[in-house]
């Protein structure tokens, strides 16, 4: 006879939950031996990116001092992508929190940087940071100005795989505008571009 051990399920999630925070705790604890360890600036300012990936959500403001050190160190040595991944961990930092100036502030001067560096793949996700702002705020003109900028940049450099995820939000930006025949217009874009692509996730 077999037995099973019923455990109520606000346990379980309590179990859940302990083991995920133990392990982001060892993730956390290895990165800043190593962090403590490291000479180069350049290395440094990665491993302070991704604590602040690890951290952003138990401890924030430690996420956020880490955030700002890479940005420092990022700056006074011109290394681009942990600029860049400062930048938008930021950007990140104050939107989860709502402080939206804050936000598009350094969402900004991310897409300066990704727009100088011709980083098509960090040009298109700073600009849709921006958009999904705007969006947030209910500003849905601001936002369509961003990803239209964003399709046009896609576009131009015939980055294919960004193109079902702008024209669909484009497509759902006018139908929350009650421009039915425009979003349909965008809706269909999206999936046509999906099917020729491989593309299923907005088909």
Avoid: C, W
Avoid at 28 to 43: A, F, G, P, Q, Y
Avoid at 135 to 153: E, T
């Amino acid at each position: 006879m077999k037995l099973f051990l019923k455990i109520p399920l606000f346990l379980s999630f309590l179990l859940i939950y302990s083991i995920s925070f133990t392990q982001t705790n060892k993730e956390v604890d290895s990165l800043e031996n190593l962090l403590n360890r490291t000479v180069s600036d350049s290395v440094k300012a990665k491993i302070m990116n991704r604590l602040f990936g690890k951290l952003d959500e138990a401890d924030s403001q430690k996420a956020l001092n880490y955030a700002q050190q890479a940005l420092s160190i990022a700056e006074k040595n011109n290394l681009r992508t942990e600029l860049s991944n400062s930048l938008a961990n930021l950007g990140l930092y104050y939107d989860t929190r709502s402080e939206y100036p804050q936000a598009i502030n350094y969402y900004s001067k991310a897409l300066k940087v990704n727009i100088a560096a011709a980083d098509t793949p960090r040009v298109i996700h700073s600009y849709s940071n921006l958009g999904f702002v705007y969006s947030i705020q209910g500003d849905y003109v601001s936002a369509l100005d961003v990803f239209f900028k964003a399709l046009n940049y896609a576009e131009k450099s015939n980055y294919i795989p960004s193109l079902p995820g702008l024209y669909n939000n484009i497509g759902e930006l006018n139908r929350l505008q009650k421009n039915a025949a425009t979003a349909e217009e965008f809706f269909l874009k999206a999936v046509k571009i999906s099917e020729e692509s491989g593309n299923k996730k907005v088909m």
